[in-house]
């Protein structure tokens, strides 16, 4: 459990797949996708933008479509100064001083997203904390892979 203190508040995080609901891991990954494919700045519609028009020229107007509608999905996200890797550790958030945090709708996120942004959560810990989330899922995925190939690998040699 990653804990943080801000304002005299304490928040912890899930931060290990057994113990965090289903719902929470797919929309963490969600918003992280979301991150990494779309973006949220001026910058990413730009590049998404720019994308679009090497597809026209090369004729491939199903990607040019797809790179358009990332560059809006993105515009549409810079405009609400929604930031999905925000939104991504905001689902991972478990209670905010003991009470439970389980509203992910969209408008259930974006409340917690404020409230961190109230507390003084700062964009470094934004970025740490959703690593950290991150580097131990990755951890423990690797455990998980290793036991079940060793599981297979045990029943193609028994049989």
């Known amino acids: 459990m990653i804990r943080l ?15 965090m609901p289903h719902r ?11 991150q990494n494919e779309v973006g949220n700045d001026e ?9 679009a028009m090497s597809f026209i020229n090369a004729g491939s107007s199903d990607k ?7 560059a809006r999905m993105s515009y549409t996200y810079a405009n609400a100064e929604l930031h999905p890797r925000g939104l991504a550790l905001a689902s991972m958030v ?21 409230f961190l942004q109230d507390e003084g959560i700062t964009k470094k810990e934004v970025e740490t904390i959703s ?4 580097k131990k ?3 423990n995925l690797k455990y ?6 060793k599981a297979k690998i045990s029943s193609i040699i028994r049989r």
Do not use: C
């Open 5 to 19: 203190l801000k304002r005299k508040k304490l928040i912890e995080f899930y931060d290990s797949i057994e113990e």
């Open 131 to 134: 690593e950290q989330i991150k």
């Open 144 to 149: 998980f892979f290793r036991i079940n190939l």
């Open 64 to 70: 040019a479509f797809k790179e358009l509608s990332n």
């Open 137 to 139: 899922w990755n951890e």
């Open 94 to 114: 478990k209670t905010i001083d003991g009470q439970p945090q389980n509203d992910l709708t969209s408008d259930g996120l974006r409340e917690v997203l404020v």
């Open 24 to 34: 929470n891991y797919m929309k963490f990954n969600k918003e992280m996708m979301r």
């Open 43 to 51: 910058t990413d519609v730009l590049k998404r933008i720019e994308r």
